[in-house]
């Protein structure tokens, strides 16, 4: 959480920069994402510990997603003010369907990882019989005294 947590912090300070030096928006879309990405981590993080029982220390948690906020309150002003008219409703909707779209190719990664289980799983089932009839095959062999 802690690593999450830098890298936001690290990301909107230059976004920060880059403001206040006058440029545009456009020219820090890499630490926008990065912003965003490191949110998330932190968010789908916490989501994990909860569904599993495993608690840190919840003051820390608590503390590390207010700074996020606070830090995404200011890049929504920063849009607002400094953007084109609706950029930040725009990049709401943006967002909104990249998290569904991750989320669905996270789901298909894990469909094509059951997939490929069940495959090997067939795969060592098909060996195993192959090898167990050569075997059986072998002894009834030695037992008709053919080998």
């Not at 912003?35 to 820390?60: M, R």
């Not at 060592?124 to 002894?139: D, R, Y």
Request: proline share 1%; glycine share 8%; aromatic share 12%.
């Amino acid at each position: 959480m802690l690593a999450e947590l830098a890298a936001a912090n690290a990301a909107f300070g230059i976004i920060k920069e880059f403001v206040s030096n006058g440029k545009e928006l456009s020219g820090c879309v890499k630490q926008i994402s990065d912003f965003v990405f490191a949110k998330e981590e932190i968010e789908k993080n916490l989501k994990k510990k909860k569904s599993k029982g495993v608690g840190g220390t919840d003051l820390e948690e608590f503390m590390a997603l207010e700074q996020i906020k606070e830090k995404e309150e200011e890049l929504k002003k920063i849009m607002i003010y400094l953007g084109r008219p609706g950029l930040w409703q725009d990049w709401q909707v943006f967002q909104a369907e990249a998290r569904k779209s991750r989320r669905y190719a996270e789901k298909m990664a894990e469909k094509r990882k059951e997939e490929l289980m069940e495959y090997v799983g067939y795969g060592i089932a098909f060996i195993s019989v192959i090898f167990f009839a050569g075997l059986m095959a072998w002894f009834i062999g030695k037992w008709l005294g053919r080998f």
